[in-house]
């Protein structure tokens, strides 16, 4: 059980017409935060009840842009707990939370990465091809790390397949390549940090994408500026 669950907010029941009336009764409750940092919507989220985030988001569609504790909106809140039916719900209320970052600068695929819900991954990926926002795929976090940095950290080879096949092809190479604060690429993080857990297939289909060392990037780039 997590803060999510001990906090539940006494409005959500079960009943999503009593929840609008309770909601509207209530108006300023649903902008509220309690003493964790959730707000009504963040806490419905969490618990993957969708026609509860629909009756809040009736009342006022901003709500899907309220940041709580850590900077987190209910769209990040639903990305960690793998709530597929939510997080489509609260992207068609309003594409711009896909945007939205944390106090550590991380969107919910970012979110969705590190929890390894690839459910949540593929869902978000779709939406974000669907609404024409591919800039997201490439968002950095503070420490400089995409979501494809995230996935082959976590050696999740699922996720790294969806993120590099959602990548137009014709920036798939330059994009595979980001580098980090640390001035390291995607294939960086899987050497450094070798393991048997499907090493070798996640290197096989960087490599296709055309993932490279970050010295090599480097290198390059400075022949680049050279010429």
């Keep these: 059980m997590d803060a999510f669950e001990t906090h539940q907010p006494r409005e959500i029941v079960t009943d999503p017409l009593q929840n609008s009336w309770k909601f509207t009764r209530q108006r300023s409750s649903v902008f509220d935060l309690d003493k964790e940092g959730f707000s009504p919507l963040h806490a419905a989220a969490g618990a993957g009840q969708a026609e509860t985030v629909r009756a809040i988001l009736g009342i006022d569609k901003k709500l899907c842009r309220l940041k709580g504790r850590d900077g987190k909106t209910p769209l990040h809140v639903a990305a960690m707990r793998g709530k597929t039916d939510v997080i489509r719900e609260i992207v068609s209320s309003c594409v711009d939370c896909l945007e939205d970052e944390t106090v550590q600068g991380q969107t919910a695929l970012h979110l969705a990465v590190m929890h390894q819900e690839i459910g949540a991954v593929v869902a978000i990926v779709e939406l974000i091809t669907e609404t024409n926002r591919i800039e997201v795929l490439y968002k950095k976090d503070e420490q400089g790390n995409t979501?494809?940095?995230?996935?082959?950290?976590?050696?999740?080879?699922?996720?790294?397949?969806?993120?590099?096949?959602?990548?137009?092809?014709?920036?798939?190479?330059?994009?595979?390549?980001?580098?980090?604060?640390?001035?390291?690429?995607?294939?960086?993080?899987?050497?450094?940090?070798p393991s048997e857990a499907g090493d070798r297939e996640i290197y096989e289909k960087l490599i296709q994408a055309g993932a490279q060392r970050g010295g090599d990037i480097g290198a390059q780039r400075l022949a680049i500026r050279g010429t």
Excluded: C, Y
């Excluded at 096949?165 to 960086?188: C, H, Q, W, Y």
């Design 147 to 193: 979501a494809l940095h995230l996935a082959t950290w976590r050696k999740n080879r699922q996720v790294i397949e969806v993120l590099v096949e959602a990548i137009p092809e014709e920036f798939r190479t330059f994009e595979v390549n980001a580098m980090n604060k640390m001035g390291l690429s995607a294939l960086d993080l899987l050497v450094m940090f």
